[in-house]
């Protein structure tokens, strides 16, 4: 199957067992304004652009809330202990994205989905949710066209400060994608002095 559209997403995510238990297993914990993002959603379409049979592993699996009555950090390591309690064998990391501006020292985020519009890349600025009726929900603040495309770029605003930018290319370095999804396209920030 080749990803085309959104509802594409959403039917390879209904149709992956181990997925929807990563969704209702974060669902559990009763979050406010609660995401599965970034390389679990980006993995998955990459994997079935390439077609992989076997899912590319994950470093983590990253739980986003927005939560601003809440900002200690010492309660998202109890969510990522309790996470771990229920499944063990997934690297759970879980982020209170109403405290994450601190740590990034930029302007607050007014929620989740602006937090992932800020990720790095477009193609990881995806996330997934589960709504009161267990419907899966994704949200794509960049679009979903980068990552079925198979194209890694900036988003917006990793593209609008040379920090951010020098960031961004330090990642592709670090993370390597091409060397397990050799399809994918790289784009390059321009540098200006």
Not at 79 to 105: C, F, Q, T, Y
Not at 153 to 158: A, E, S
Not at 163 to 175: F, G, P
């Amino acid at each position: 199957m080749n990803v085309i559209n959104e509802q594409d997403i959403i039917q390879l995510v209904k149709e992956d067992a181990w997925m929807m238990d990563i969704l209702e297993t974060a669902k559990s914990l009763h979050l406010p304004d609660w995401w599965v993002c970034a390389g679990f959603v980006r993995s998955k379409i990459w994997d079935v652009q390439h077609g992989f049979t076997e899912r590319t592993s994950l470093p983590d699996v990253d739980v986003i809330y927005f939560d601003k009555s809440n900002l200690d950090e010492k309660t998202e390591k109890k969510l990522e202990k309790k996470l771990r309690s229920i499944k063990p064998n997934i690297p759970w990391s879980v982020k209170n994205e109403a405290r994450m501006h601190v740590v990034n020292n930029i302007p607050p985020y007014s929620s989740s989905v602006d937090a992932i519009s800020k990720f790095p890349e477009t193609a990881t600025a995806l996330g997934l949710t589960l709504d009161d009726h267990n419907h899966v929900v994704l949200t794509a603040p960049c679009g979903i066209e980068d990552a079925v495309n198979l194209v890694l770029k900036p988003t917006p605003y990793f593209e609008e400060s040379k920090e951010r930018a020098n960031i961004y290319e330090e990642r592709i370095i670090k993370k390597n994608w091409k060397r397990i999804w050799s399809k994918i396209k790289v784009a390059h920030i321009q540098k200006t002095d």
